[in-house]
């Protein structure tokens, strides 16, 4: 009974859908400096996108003026100005260079862009959605700021080279709704692959960088962090979590489960928590559907390490994580069932536990609470059992970790500065 | 040279409890508001890590988080024919620094006065007539009521989070709370914290004696708390290291763990730490503050100009600043002239220690926190005939330990050598069946024409500024009433069932290197009209109406209990009397 209901709900979604588009797209055909609709509508996809993230240096107090160093494991980029200033902004960009940029990967005059800029997923984007945002960031004061963006090492700092990628990897494609999915869904779909871009944290990529797309979103290990599994995954991904649990993350940095933390708190900051309450329900749903792996549990930890893990939790952690791993909500994250725990890779966990870390405070959830760093205080070989028990206590269960991993991602936070 | 700054509409000197209340309350009602602190900035996460944070030896011992003596101190002397001299260690009391100031170090006893604290030389000479004070007992009334400041103690219980049992909810006596408190519009915010055996061992014995027991209410939670603010306490964990430590699981009330997050957020507001406030300055009136000088770490000076300026500092250092910047008259003990120093006081603290059998009693003191405990209210203020009694006052009575650390646990029974293998063998057989001192009696000190502040006439700090001079000692009223309350507590730690009780009354002269508590009250205190106080019942200054200045200085005397609830009940009070009344209309909202 529920199939064919669902069946027949599926045309009726994509004519709606249809209609959305249809009326959205009989609004604008190109900018009009009068439409507060448009500009408006473009601050919020601005937003969504967040560009600021990578186009605003942090404390210059210039928006979108660029400058901002961006590591990638090829090299640093620069996020180039994308204030309307003529000379060094995109003031003299046409609309249609514009929305190439964002859709095609091309600069101004056909020059290519490196695929830090995500072009291959904002190629899903409608051209309505794309002239919004040059009609927004038309509106932002000019900053004549010149950013020389190229500064990768040969051969990478031939753009040409982008040619050949884009040609390997990247297929421009508008975003083709699913008419067996409801309008929510692919309303969630057409952000989380086109405008806000999770993948581009969360799916592992190529030894060229690009995504792994038979693995999309089931995490990544960026700049000293790992991006977490965000499918539906049981373990490891959203399973445990509902559609309300994660749009609430997503508004407030907190939900019952878990504080965010690392890059996500910036994502959350400028972005996330700026959104609207449907499309962080509508991306929560798609998520949800995205299918997990259920991997078979991971081998039985060394009980010694279990053992001394026991110890370590109950003197160190349990005081606020609680000796059952329950923690306390919007404060403390939950470590029994978390899937932040549980990432095949621990970079994240080993981070945090080493050099500490700061919760997101948000207008809903100001708190922003703390975990104190322990490097200090814990050996590699604590680190490890500690670590290894959080991982498989409480019906939790991920690969043991050994001193020498600690060891080593100890050597890398060493030389990180953020 | 002094550099001068863009114009701000509020200064806040001192971001403690009320500084950072003020703050909240004046940039939600749209002002620009800087608070300058002469400490660091500090934050949960990474000052009091719960890696380090209960260390004795760094925080009670060597004073981590206290102001350094070097940076400012104050001298002191017992009477007006002794030479003061610096304090160079602290020790009657200790004075905290940075942002959070003393509600990072605080134990969190979260009480309310009594109404009758409020109008206390009324009652107490309409009850025993007027010859029954001493002549030189100098206490008064406050000018502000327990019933207007009712909705401010729930706004500043409700900010904490504070656990507790309600005794009188809107008139009705509740069971197991304390049946002499005010009126309460509504139960705490969260239940009482569960007590250890020692502290629910007094409570039967009180029970015995026909006292009502009750849980001490208190700013260490019981359990999870979001505040009115949106922001999220813990639970305590009950580890003992409250007072003279920051909290390190978001579980003691403090502006870090209700305000804080919320206040950074704010763009109308801007923190400037390491930053120490040399004077008020005042127009050529002197009627009309104009802002502060101030100078930072580097050593620069800075004129902060503001509309309003808010004193939020120490006790100390709000009376101080009054008398540096010529704020007020300053007062003369002889003529009893002048307001600014007058009314100094501070608390009568006594125990008994009760010294229990090894065999039978094991109270594991380290299973704690900073207001856990029973305390019976039967012999606070005047809830007691002190008819018969030659004394006026009291206090609670409580089996209220709030820890067993190590360095300080200590208590052997008398006769015992001060150390070698006989010290340690009683140590050890006494460590676990001992009520410590921490329990006892918590009394007041009424204010004496005698005990006072000003400006030493010898001593300077960094800055070339004179160092407030303490003249403090107990009269024989607070020493009959510590002697006949500290008897009472005996009683029940004999009813208890200890085998021997050590009474340790209250003893002058004052000793300003014994720690008793750091509930220094008084100096610039409040009144209903200028003859008898610096402040009217809003906290503003009757010589300078835009400046305000919160906090115990401005109690004209102390009662029974611990200041803080009261201290957050008046910033609660005057910044809600700035809002609605002063931002209306500038000016003295009391007119004398």
């Known amino acids: ?418 | 040279m002094t550099q001068k700054l863009p114009h701000k509409d509020a200064v806040i000197i001192g971001l403690g409890w009320t500084g950072s209340i003020l703050a909240h309350e004046l940039t939600d009602a749209g002002l620009d508001v800087v608070a300058i602190e002469r400490g660091p900035w500090r934050d949960t996460g990474t000052d009091f890590s719960i890696a380090y944070a209960q260390d004795e030896l760094r925080y009670r011992i060597q004073h981590e988080l206290f102001l350094r003596p070097a940076q400012i101190t104050v001298t002191f002397r017992n009477n007006a024919r002794q030479t003061a001299l610096p304090v160079r260690t602290w020790g009657a009391f200790m004075l905290g620094n940075g942002a959070g100031g003393a509600g990072v170090h605080w134990n969190a006893e979260t009480w309310r006065f009594l109404p009758t604290d409020f109008v206390l030389r009324t009652h107490l000479t309409q009850r025993y007539g007027a010859n029954s004070l001493p002549s030189d007992m100098t206490i008064q009334d406050w000018g502000v009521t327990y019933d207007e400041l009712e909705p401010h103690y729930d706004a500043f219980e409700y900010l904490c989070g504070t656990s507790g049992q309600a005794g009188n909810l809107k008139g009705t006596i509740q069971q197991g709370g304390n049946p002499f408190e005010g009126p309460r519009s509504r139960p705490y915010p969260t239940p009482p914290l569960k007590q250890g055996y020692g502290h629910a061992l007094f409570a039967e014995a009180a029970v015995q004696l026909g006292y009502k027991p009750f849980p001490q209410p208190a700013g260490n939670l019981s359990q999870p708390y979001t505040n009115p603010l949106g922001v999220t306490l813990g639970q305590c964990t009950y580890c003992g290291y409250c007072e003279w430590f920051g909290c390190a699981n978001y579980s003691k009330s403090s502006p870090q763990t209700t305000i804080l997050p919320v206040l950074v957020r704010k763009s109308n507001f801007e923190a400037r730490t390491e930053c120490e406030v040399t004077r008020v300055n005042l127009d050529n009136t002197g009627k009309r503050a104009t802002g502060v000088t101030y100078v930072n770490a580097a050593g620069g000076e800075f004129e902060q100009p503001a509309d309003l300026v808010i004193l939020c500092g120490f006790q100390l250092f709000n009376v101080q600043l009054l008398l540096l910047s010529g704020i007020g008259q300053k007062y003369d003990p002889n003529s009893r002239q002048g307001q600014i120093g007058r009314n100094f006081t501070h608390q009568t603290l006594s125990t008994a220690l009760g010294f229990f059998d090894k065999d039978k009693y094991n109270f594991n003191p380290f299973v704690s926190a900073g207001a856990i405990g029973m305390c019976i209210d039967e012999f606070n203020g005047d809830n007691f005939d002190h008819g018969p009694l030659g004394f006026v006052g009291g206090g609670y009575l409580g089996q209220v330990q709030t820890n067993g650390r190590p360095i300080e646990t200590t208590a052997v029974p008398p006769g015992t050598p001060a150390w070698g293998a006989k010290w340690k063998q009683a140590l050890r057989d006494n460590y676990l069946s001992t009520i410590n001192a921490g329990g006892g009696v918590h009394a007041s000190f009424y204010a004496y024409r005698d005990v006072y502040m000003d400006l030493d006439p010898t001593y300077k700090d960094r800055f070339g500024r004179p160092l407030v001079r303490l003249t403090i000692d107990f009269h024989d009223n607070e020493l009959k009433m510590s002697a006949w309350l500290t008897d009472k507590y005996a009683e029940i730690m004999t009813r208890m069932g200890a085998k021997q009780v050590v009474k340790h009354p209250r003893k002058g002269p004052y000793d300003v290197t014994q720690y008793q508590t750091s509930h220094l009250c008084g100096g610039a205190i409040m009144g209903d009209n200028p003859g008898n106080s610096a402040l009217n019942k809003y906290l503003q200054s009757w010589d300078v109406p835009n400046l305000f200045v919160q906090g115990a200085s401005a109690f004209p005397q102390n009662a029974g209990y611990n200041p803080t609830g009261t201290v957050g009940a008046l910033a609660f009070w005057s910044a809600a009397a700035i809002r609605s009344q002063y931002l209306k209309n500038p000016g003295p909202l009391v007119h004398a």
């Open chain 1, 1 to 418: 009974m529920r199939d064919r209901r669902a069946i027949a709900a599926a045309p009726l979604a994509a004519l709606a859908l249809c209609a959305v588009v249809c009326l959205a797209r009989a609004n604008a055909q190109g900018i009009d400096k009068q439409d507060f609709n448009q500009v408006e509508n473009g601050r919020y996809l601005a937003t969504v996108g967040d560009c600021a993230a990578c186009h605003t240096l942090p404390g210059s107090g210039h928006e979108f003026a660029g400058g901002r160093p961006i590591e990638t494991p090829f090299g640093t980029l620069f996020a180039p100005n994308i204030t309307p200033d003529p000379q060094t902004g995109i003031g003299a960009w046409t609309d249609d260079e514009f929305v190439n940029a964002l859709t095609k990967g091309t600069g101004r005059h056909g020059m290519r862009l490196y695929p830090a800029m995500p072009y291959t997923y904002f190629t899903r984007l409608t051209r309505d959605d794309a002239l919004a945002i040059r009609a927004y960031l038309n509106t932002v004061p000019a900053v004549h700021n010149p950013v020389k963006a190229d500064q990768l090492p040969f051969p990478l700092n031939m753009r040409w080279i982008m040619a050949v990628w884009d040609e390997l990897f990247f297929r421009p494609q508008a975003f083709r709704p699913d008419p067996h999915k409801s309008a929510q869904w692919n309303r969630g779909a057409y952000l989380a692959q086109g405008l806000a871009h999770c993948g581009l944290c969360h799916t592992p990529k190529n030894f060229l960088g690009a995504d792994n797309n038979g693995r999309r979103l089931q995490g990544y290990n960026l700049q000293g962090w790992f991006a977490p599994n965000i499918t539906n995954d049981t373990r490891q991904g959203l399973g445990s979590w509902s559609v309300d649990d994660i749009a609430a993350y997503l508004k407030t940095g907190h939900n019952q489960i878990t504080t965010t933390t690392g890059l996500m708190s910036e994502t959350l900051n400028l972005s996330t928590s700026h959104m609207r309450d449907d499309d962080l329900k509508a991306i929560a749903v798609y998520l949800k559907d995205q299918p997990g792996q259920n991997n078979e549990p991971a081998a039985a930890p060394d009980p010694s390490l279990m053992k001394k893990g026991t110890q370590i939790y109950a003197d160190e952690c349990s005081g606020c994580h609680k000796p059952d791993g329950s923690g306390i909500p919007a404060l403390f994250p939950m470590l029994k069932g978390s899937p932040a725990v549980q990432q095949t890779d621990p970079t994240s966990l080993l981070r945090v536990v080493l050099r500490g870390a700061r919760s997101a405070g948000t207008a809903d959830a100001p708190t922003a609470s703390s975990m104190p760093e322990f490097g200090w205080i814990l050996s590699d070989e604590d680190v490890a059992a500690v670590v290894t028990y959080i991982r498989n206590a409480w019906g939790n269960t991920a690969p043991q970790v050994n001193a020498g991993d600690v060891h080593r991602a100890r050597q890398a936070f060493v030389e990180r500065s953020d």
